[in-house]
């Protein structure tokens, strides 16, 4: 067992008075318990439910003082599971790690044995912060999107495009031959919309202004919404007859004003996406695919390396949606 009286780094929220501060502090370690490994976290990153996390949202972290870090990758130092053993490298995505349980943004994680994936041996720790939880959902979300809909049925478009999940959706979607249309409020990024494989790109304003009917004309055979509100109805009145739409963030809004008609008239699928519990076979699959026939190479090779004390910075950025791609954190232990 760790030494009681040594201590580890960890990006720490406190709450004093309704505000939430964020600082780097030094904490203690405790017994494993309940817990069945103890992680050396290499590698986390920036997701939006961190930001959120961080800020004080309580749908996301009921309790303060807390770590943020939905993500890590590192190396088991402790294990009281027989299945795992001291050295091995291991991914730890979603369920409640940095939501209610101490999460990636610390030099160490306590979790239990059943929350941890192997990394995969073609995936270095740091390219597999670059998908994290971002990565497992545009895979979820790609692969409930092309059970349903085939590339020649039309353009796909992506809300949210040079965010962490619309980014990589907007790659794999290009790779697998799907025509792209990236929805996107930065009108310089272009360019990197374009690099990731995007055929097109709609800015923001215009999806949002289009007009309030129950039905629009349409324009797309699917889509992957990662924003909700106004720019979801509209992707849903805007889908082709037997089109479908994954949902799965509410950066913009999380309320949804529609008809049923979409659905009736249409025969439109929306299909949720809830990589938090997504099954283990499924968040196998979209790893292996992540390093294989997926690889969104441009993303990696771009993706933004920050450190615990770059972290409120980045945190600010996001909420105010001006990141772009992945912001990867690198733990200095
Ligand atoms: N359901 C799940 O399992 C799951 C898992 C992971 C994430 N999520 C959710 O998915 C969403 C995206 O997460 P992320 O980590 O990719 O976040 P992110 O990196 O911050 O990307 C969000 C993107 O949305 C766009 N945006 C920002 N503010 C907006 C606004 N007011 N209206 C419309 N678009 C706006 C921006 O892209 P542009 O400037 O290009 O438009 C921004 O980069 C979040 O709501 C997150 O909670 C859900």
Same mark, same amino acid.
């Given at each position: 067992m760790k030494q009681v009286n040594s201590t580890f780094k960890a990006f720490r929220v406190e709450e004093s008075d309704g505000d939430y501060n964020c600082s780097i502090k030094d904490m203690s370690f405790s017994p494993l318990e309940d817990h069945e490994i103890l992680v050396k976290v290499k590698y986390s990153s920036l997701n939006y439910k961190d *930001?959120?996390? *961080?800020?004080?949202?309580?749908?996301?972290?009921?309790?303060?003082?807390?770590?943020?870090?939905?993500? *890590?990758?590192?190396?088991?130092? @402790? !294990?009281?599971?027989?299945?795992?053993?001291?050295? @091995?490298?291991?991914?730890?995505? !979603?369920?409640?790690?940095? =939501?209610?349980?101490?999460?990636?943004?610390?030099e160490y994680i306590k979790v239990p044995s059943s929350w941890a994936v192997k990394l995969p041996e073609q995936l270095s720790m740091k390219d597999a912060m670059v998908y994290g939880t971002a990565g497992l959902t545009a895979g979820m979300s790609v692969l409930r999107l092309t059970q349903l809909v085939k590339p020649e049925d039309g353009k796909i478009v992506v809300s949210g495009a040079t965010g962490g999940v619309g980014s990589l959706s907007v790659s794999i979607l290009s790779k697998l031959g799907y025509d792209v249309v990236a929805i996107t409020g930065k009108e310089s990024e272009r360019d990197f919309l374009f690099s990731l494989g995007a055929k097109e790109i709609l800015l923001r304003q215009e999806i949002e202004s289009m007009a309030s009917k129950p039905l629009l004309k349409p324009l797309f055979a699917g889509g992957i919404d990662t924003v909700g509100g106004v720019i979801l109805e509209n992707i849903i009145k805007t889908t082709s007859p037997m089109g479908?739409?994954?949902?799965?963030?509410?950066? *913009?809004?999380?309320?949804? @004003?529609?008809?049923?008609?979409?659905?009736?008239?249409?025969?439109?699928?929306?299909?949720?996406?809830?990589?938090?519990?997504?099954? =283990?076979?499924?968040?196998?699959?979209?790893?292996?695919?992540?390093?294989?026939?997926?690889?969104? @190479?441009?993303l990696v090779n771009t993706s933004n390396e920050v450190t615990l004390e770059d972290l409120n910075k980045n945190i600010q950025l996001m909420l105010k949606g001006q990141l772009k791609g992945r912001t990867i954190v690198k733990i200095e232990n």
């Open positions: *930001a959120l996390s *961080a800020s004080g949202n309580k749908g996301v972290t009921r309790h303060f003082p807390h770590t943020p870090g939905i993500d *890590a990758v590192g190396i088991i130092e @402790e !294990s009281t599971d027989t299945n795992w053993t001291v050295g @091995e490298q291991v991914i730890v995505t !979603s369920y409640d790690l940095g =939501m209610n349980t101490d999460g990636g943004f610390a479908a739409i994954t949902c799965c963030g509410n950066v *913009a809004s999380p309320k949804l @004003e529609l008809t049923v008609f979409p659905f009736i008239l249409r025969g439109i699928t929306l299909v949720g996406i809830d990589s938090q519990n997504s099954k =283990m076979k499924d968040r196998t699959l979209v790893w292996e695919k992540l390093t294989s026939e997926w690889k969104p @190479e441009h």
